[in-house]
């Protein structure tokens, strides 16, 4: 008989990973993490990919080695379709994996609000293949824009659309505006990069509305400085392959950009769990849901709305914080002892525009400019895993910012096949 818990989490994002972190001395317990992706990855810094600011290896580790000397865990990498919580087994496409705790945490994907067919006109960024997909998209419109003759084509192929006014638009519509004027402005011939004109487009009556209205307001003065026209109160009402409609207004441009809304990660939602309006199960205080006290759910997966009115936001502490959360109610259990409730501790809001601009909120504290930059700098780099990819973002930094230079402005398709007829 198997004495040790079955302990099975799906994902290795920053709740999955934490909560397998947070066992780590817990002998009682042997876990399973499965992930379909191999590599867990700092999200927070994904737009530096699709950016070109970095490379992919240098925001993402492979969950095996960073789990490499915790005896208790083991990796499976594979895709988990649904769970049967009556019979306590995950159906996963290699297999049934049984467990006695199972804590999902599978994140969020977007959502095109009912319009999935603007998907393949406007990316969204979640993952290592989007963000290279959109570089591809951005460095290319340059690229096509230096050898057309046409005016018309050169315009369409300058204007970039990023829909979506929260943290993620703001800092793809501030890396364009950046790259255009000081990145790129020496590299073409034909044409004069810092032309290029970007559009962040936002539906609500501000941008980055999770932070003070003056704080939103110095934000949209960053990103203008940069040559970002930023459009409030404005929805988006179609997506083609050659640009945007708001209304009765049409932007005609040849890269659209998705950072508009997410929805939890849905393949346990659809049986009984209960869900909100975003798919995001809803949890019970201690992150276990409805009458199962050994199915957690943490992270952008889950909808926690018990010390105030509105859910805690999907962002990188609520997850980690909450996957930490989990492996000390395991072990509670496991010592007989009575569960707590979850907290969150707010640490404080940050956003950045540009090379060197930033705002910062940290308790009543309010930072803006270079020194909020710096703030959301330190922070990356504490929060960002594995001691390798920290020095080599740093150096990355570093070297971009006293050059005004991007390194990985590399434009790659996904083409697989030999170039060729062989000899
Ligand atoms: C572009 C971008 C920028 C962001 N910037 C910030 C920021 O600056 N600050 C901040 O705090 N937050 C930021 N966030 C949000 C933050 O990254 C998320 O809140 C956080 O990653 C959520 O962690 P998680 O563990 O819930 O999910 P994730 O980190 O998304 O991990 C989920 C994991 O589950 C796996 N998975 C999903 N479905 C399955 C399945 N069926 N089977 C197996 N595995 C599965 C996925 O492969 C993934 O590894 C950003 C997010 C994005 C996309």
């Not at 306590?88 to 297999?95: K, L, P, Q, S």
């Amino acid at each position: 008989m198997n004495e040790r818990s079955r302990v099975v989490i799906v994902g290795g994002g920053f709740a999955g990973l934490n909560a397998c972190k947070g066992l780590r001395s817990e002998q009682r317990v042997e876990i399973t993490l499965i992930d379909r992706r191999n590599h867990h990855l700092f999200q927070p810094l994904l737009y530096q990919v699709a950016m070109a600011g970095l490379s992919p290896a240098e925001i993402a580790t492979p969950i095996r080695s960073l789990l490499s000397g915790q005896t208790n865990a083991r990796v499976f990498q594979g895709e988990v379709r649904s769970v049967d919580f009556d019979r306590r087994i995950v159906a996963a496409d290699f297999g049934e994996v049984p467990y006695d705790y199972l804590l999902l945490a599978c994140g969020a994907r977007h959502s095109y609000f009912g319009h999935n067919d603007w998907e393949p006109f406007a990316p969204g960024l979640k993952t290592i293949e989007q963000a290279t997909e959109i570089r591809r998209r951005v460095l290319s419109a340059f690229e096509e824009a230096e050898r057309s003759p046409d005016a018309g084509v050169r315009r369409r192929q300058l204007t970039f659309v990023v829909v979506g006014g929260g943290p993620t638009g703001v800092e793809l519509a501030g890396a364009i505006g950046e790259m255009s004027r000081f990145t790129l402005a020496r590299d073409f011939r034909n044409i004069d990069s810092k032309l290029a004109r970007i559009f962040l487009v936002e539906a609500g009556p501000r941008i980055l509305p999770m932070f003070s209205e003056a704080m939103s307001g110095r934000a949209m003065r960053d990103l203008e400085n940069l040559g970002v026209q930023v459009w409030t109160s404005s929805r988006v009402s179609k997506i083609d392959s050659s640009g945007v409609e708001i209304g009765s207004e049409r932007i005609e441009a040849a890269t659209v950009l998705w950072a508009a809304g997410v929805e939890a990660t849905r393949f346990a939602t659809a049986s009984e769990l209960p869900t909100d309006r975003q798919g995001r199960v809803i949890v019970n205080p201690d992150l276990s849901v409805g009458e199962y006290r050994n199915v957690f759910v943490a992270g952008d997966q889950a909808c926690f709305r018990h010390h105030s009115d509105r859910p805690l936001p999907g962002v990188a502490p609520v997850a980690l914080q909450q996957g930490r959360f989990v492996a000390q109610a395991i072990v509670r259990d496991l010592n007989g002892q009575p569960r707590a409730e979850f907290q969150y501790v707010d640490k404080g809001q940050l956003a950045t525009i540009g090379r060197s601009r930033a705002i910062a909120t940290i308790g009543r504290w309010n930072f803006r400019g270079f020194f909020a930059w710096w703030v959301w700098l330190v922070v990356h780099i504490y929060y960002l895993t594995g001691f390798r990819n920290r020095f080599f973002v740093v150096v990355s930094w570093a070297w971009s910012y006293f050059t005004f230079r991007r390194g990985a402005r590399l434009i790659v398709g996904k083409e697989w096949r030999n170039e060729g007829p062989r000899g």
